[in-house]
Nanobody, 122 residues
């Protein structure tokens, strides 16, 4: 399973960005998808997750500003980020929990995208 993320960039405080992450390759099913972020010299932080049936979960720091969604037909997850703040500056990594079949057995793994940089200027 390969994940390709896009949509990062430079934006001013209060601006918006939309991240996308598409899963491709050979797999049986994509389950949960989501986004983490890591700012310089800070620990990785879970931003948002979404299940295959659309249930969502957000970090307190982004509630009310970020919206996660997905297109199951395209195995793509989106992160709409509004009212961006300088503290949102980080590399954003998407992930997907994917089921693959190997020698007749179902295997479940976590797959990661390459990361996309979001910079919010003050």
């Amino acid at each position: 399973v390969q994940l390709q993320a896009s949509g990062g960039g430079l934006v001013q405080t209060g601006g918006s960005l939309r991240l996308s992450c598409a899963a491709s390759g050979e797999f049986f099913r994509i389950n949960d998808m989501g986004w983490y972020r890591q700012a310089p010299e800070k620990q990785r932080e879970l931003v948002a997750t979404i299940t295959s049936d659309g249930r969502t979960n957000y970090a307190d720091s982004v509630k009310g500003r970020f919206t996660i969604s997905r297109d199951n037909a395209k195995n793509t997850v989106f992160l709409q980020m509004n009212s961006l703040k300088p503290e949102d500056t980080a590399v954003y990594h998407c992930y997907a929990e994917g089921d693959t079949v190997y020698r007749g057995r179902l295997q479940r793994n976590i797959y990661w995208g390459q990361g996309t940089l979001v910079t919010v200027s003050s």
